[in-house]
């Protein structure tokens, strides 16, 4: 046998031999003992459940506030877009204007001089 199988058997073996030298030594009747358990297995259960379902919840909650992130991104990268579009705009108006201006003075110039 490989030592895994091996470890598992003794693991396995030794589970069942504590449990039934528990079981011989309690001092109470089995009876009590099977209800111990069963309320104790209950109460994790239901400990178990609960957690589960504040799980869900929070899962929910991230999921909304990462939703609500994206929402934010992707608005502040459109505002971005028409910032960039306004601010060339702009430039374009300038360049425009001085382009205006350097040809009128031209002009001027070959007027003055005719």
């Known amino acids: 046998m490989s030592k895994s199988k091996d470890f598992t058997l003794g693991l396995i073996s030794g589970a069942l031999v504590g449990s039934v030298v528990a ?36 899962k929910e909650a991230i999921s909304e ?23 060339e705009d702009l430039l374009d108006t300038i360049d425009d204007s001085k382009g205006g201006k350097e040809n009128n003075s031209t002009q001027q110039k070959a007027d003055k001089s005719s």
């Open 23 to 58: 079981l011989l030594y309690a001092p109470d009747k089995g009876s009590n003992t099977r209800d111990v358990i069963s309320y104790r297995l209950s109460s994790y259960l239901d400990e178990l459940t609960h957690l589960i379902d504040r799980l869900s919840e929070e």
């Open 65 to 87: 506030a990462k939703r609500q992130g994206d929402q934010v991104v992707e608005d502040a990268r459109h505002r971005a877009e028409d910032l960039i579009k306004e601010a």
